[in-house]
């Protein structure tokens, strides 16, 4: 009884750590995919460098070093009819206080926030 009470517990703990991180973005997926380059090469918050492929609208970040661990962020684009585009992020478990993928979308997100105001 007791194993199955951990097993669920860890279950339930990790499952932030599996879910996909989307964002929605009302501009095009070029412009966007341009910023995600821009930020992971900026050498912030730890971005150790991006590689974008157009052709598949992916943009691959590095994040993390020796100290923390290397981790690779995935994001793919997607333009929606209406010219916006979605972005869906993905990366391993990057720790109980830290949401890479999540992370990273915000970022992306700012200065798109802060230039409609």
Avoid at 20 to 42: I, Q, Y
Avoid at 58 to 74: A, C, E, H, K, L
Wanted: charged fraction near 20%; hydrophobic fraction near 40%.
């Amino acid at each position: 009884m007791r194993h199955i009470i951990a097993i669920t517990a860890i279950a339930i703990a990790s499952l932030p750590a599996l879910a996909l991180d989307e964002v929605k973005f009302n501009e095009p997926c070029n412009a966007v995919m341009k910023r995600a380059v821009d930020l992971g090469n900026s050498g912030q918050h730890s971005y150790r460098g991006a590689i974008a492929d157009h052709e598949t609208k992916t943009v691959m970040v590095s994040v993390g070093g020796v100290m923390w661990g290397q981790r690779q962020i995935v994001i793919s684009f997607t333009d929606r009819p209406d010219g916006s585009c979605e972005a869906h992020a993905k990366t391993g478990f990057s720790g109980l206080t830290h949401r890479d993928a999540h992370d990273f979308l915000k970022r992306i997100e700012q200065p798109v926030n802060e230039a409609q105001k």
